[in-house]
């Protein structure tokens, strides 16, 4: 009776007032009635699909010519350039000493970008960037497997300008490799789930689940193989609980994890002498497997942190705009869709990117890039729900929340031309004007597409704002990599360099000279032999004339921490209060 009901809802009540199906009957009615609408969104997607997606591949990858944010982006940088320099791919050094944090992998693929392209900006974040581009091919994919080429389209444009993946490609970390990697992983995992030739797609998941255990640790398991054991569970699929392949997908990701264990092992359980978080005989096999992940969950490990349980919960608001409000509607939806529709729906986004965000909700140590890997399951979720929405006023809702995130978006920018003052401002004054004419005139129709279309230019004129006007003015305050370029211009007969009294990896990473590290006597005993290039502060640089250097005139540099941003900062009338002064001084002892 109550089937029959709903299906008499369906059928004669108007598409637009009917929203999830119940039962197999009344799924292929909802379909039938809604189908008009989808392909109304359909046909909107093949208009500009490519063209938006060309436009928002084009506005990130601006970000692979700006200066490497200090100062987890250059330290990166650095050790891979050390890499690339020693041909040492086993030892992770930080300025000479030995260093155990995060994985090898994403240092590997920066060296031998390096060795390809040279030690520069774009090389250090191309492979970055193109592992961001896998993880755009793979959640079309795996958004096309089960919902078609539609919300496929849709996932992948709301995926290329989430805020946040849009940051991680200018400020590079290990992050665009992991998204790529895991979504990937998930894709292949599936395939291999409902075929019976899953040999090759067992290897080519386990391999991208071997990558991305050398690039975060062993926690990224979580949220490849969760959402599967949640789809298993809800569907009741429970023969793949014991399938004989999940065996060797295990063992698969152990063999291809085994480059990252053998190093770990030559480097810190060979050496119990050397000193690591200030202390001996530390394991990196045993930091690996349980201190770089436990360890900063239960914040028990030597990198601690302070976990707020909400945290995430509000990242999202501005990591994932201009999709976050859809989302946080389309996660709902989808819990719902639970009890509604259990045999409709796939899972494994839903428990992939629920239990990983659980997980970092409870952890102890947060940041925000590590949302990142979850985009591509977000933007399915969300992408899937934009087009299941038929409810007038549920329509009317999403636009208007849409066009106030718009309107937020371009106010940002207009606050920025106004107070921040980019160098580049007539240009900066284009992009301003070109975004809010092209939000203004550019999909007018009351439909949620045209929403989306606006929302999705106005994303892309931000970041480009951002990534041609802000970022480079900002890198003028970045005293490290600014020295580094005035040294390798202005003493070209100058060998060595270092610093003193200041430490700054993208003067590291930036300078052409043979970096030394060490104490005052060494410091001492190399100028008594030949001058030497010092990249200092104020104290530094009155200690060294106190201790007898001889130094020729200091050229100075404005510094300020380009990663913590101020108001006070952003302020140009109030920007110089927070400006300090680093120097670049050659100088000499006898």
């Not at 609408?37 to 591949?57: E, Q, R, T």
Request: aromatic share 18%; proline share 4%.
């Amino acid at each position: 009776m109550k089937r029959r009901f709903i299906n008499i809802i369906v059928t004669y009540l108007p598409p637009r007032l009917t929203f999830v199906p119940y039962n197999k009957v009344s799924i292929q009615l909802y379909k039938m009635r809604m189908g008009k609408d989808v392909n109304i969104i359909g046909a909107w997607l093949n208009k500009w699909f490519y063209l938006l997606l060309s436009i928002g591949i084009l506005v990130n990858a601006t970000g692979l010519f700006i200066t490497i944010l200090d100062s987890d982006g250059t330290l990166y940088a650095c050790i891979a350039k050390t890499i690339a320099q020693t041909n040492d791919f086993v030892n992770l050094k930080v300025q000479g000493q030995d260093w155990l944090d995060k994985p090898h992998f994403p240092f590997w693929m920066a060296a031998i970008s390096y060795k390809v392209f040279g030690i520069n900006t774009f090389a250090y974040k191309l492979p970055a960037f193109l592992f961001w581009a896998m993880g755009a091919v793979y959640t079309f994919l795996f958004a096309n497997k089960f919902y078609g080429k539609s919300v496929a389209q849709l996932s992948v444009l709301m995926y290329v300008t989430a805020t946040h993946l849009f940051i991680s490609n200018n400020d590079v970390r290990a992050e665009p490799y992991l998204t790529g990697l895991l979504i990937g992983a998930v894709y292949h995992y599936y395939l291999a789930s409902v075929t019976k030739k899953w040999v090759k797609d067992i290897a080519i998941a386990s391999l991208y689940a071997g990558c991305a255990l050398m690039t975060k640790g062993p926690f990224i398991l979580i949220a490849i193989g969760g959402g599967f054991i949640i789809e298993w569970i809800l569907k009741k699929e429970w023969n793949q609980f014991y399938s004989i392949k999940w065996l060797i997908a295990i063992l698969l990701i152990f063999v291809f994890t085994l480059p990252e264990l053998y190093c770990l092992y030559q480097q810190f359980d060979l050496h119990p002498e050397k000193v690591v978080f200030n202390r001996t005989g530390v394991s990196g096999v045993h930091f690996f497997w349980w201190d770089s992940q436990f360890g900063r969950f239960f914040n028990n490990g030597p990198i601690k942190g302070e976990g707020d349980k909400f945290f995430y919960l509000h990242t999202i608001l501005w990591a994932f705009l201009p999709w976050s409000l859809l989302f946080y509607m389309s996660f709902g939806w989808k819990v719902w869709s639970i009890k509604v529709a259990p045999k409709l729906n796939e899972f494994i986004t839903l428990g992939g990117g629920g239990l990983m965000f659980l997980v970092f909700s409870l952890s102890k140590f947060q940041l925000p890039h590590y949302l990142n890997i979850l985009f591509p399951f977000f933007s399915i979720i969300t992408a899937q729900f934009f087009l299941q929405v038929s409810m007038p006023v549920v329509v009317t809702i999403i636009r208007w929340v849409q066009y106030v995130l718009i309107v937020a978006m371009l106010l940002i920018m207009a606050l920025l031309l106004i107070f921040y003052r980019p160098e580049n401002y007539f240009l900066a004054i284009i992009l301003f004007a070109s975004t809010t004419t092209a939000c203004l005139l550019l999909f007018n129709k009351d439909t949620l597409s045209e929403a989306f279309g606006k929302s999705f230019v106005a994303a892309t004129g931000v970041y480009l704002f951002l990534n041609t006007c802000v970022y480079p003015s900002l890198m003028q305050y970045q005293a490290g990599s600014k020295a580094a370029v005035y040294v390798n211009n202005q003493f070209p007969d100058v060998v060595s360099a270092t610093m003193f009294n200041e430490n700054s990896y993208s003067f590291t990473f930036y300078t052409k000279k043979a970096i030394f590290f060490g104490n005052l006597d060494t410091l001492k005993s190399r100028a008594k032999q030949t001058p030497v290039i010092v990249y200092t502060n104020k104290q530094g640089l009155d200690s060294l004339k106190k201790i007898g250097f001889s130094t020729n005139i200091p050229r100075a540099f404005n510094f300020f921490h380009a990663s913590e941003l101020t108001g006070t900062f952003i302020n140009y009338r109030t920007r110089e209060s927070e400006l300090k002064q680093h120097y670049v001084v050659k100088v000499a002892y006898r």
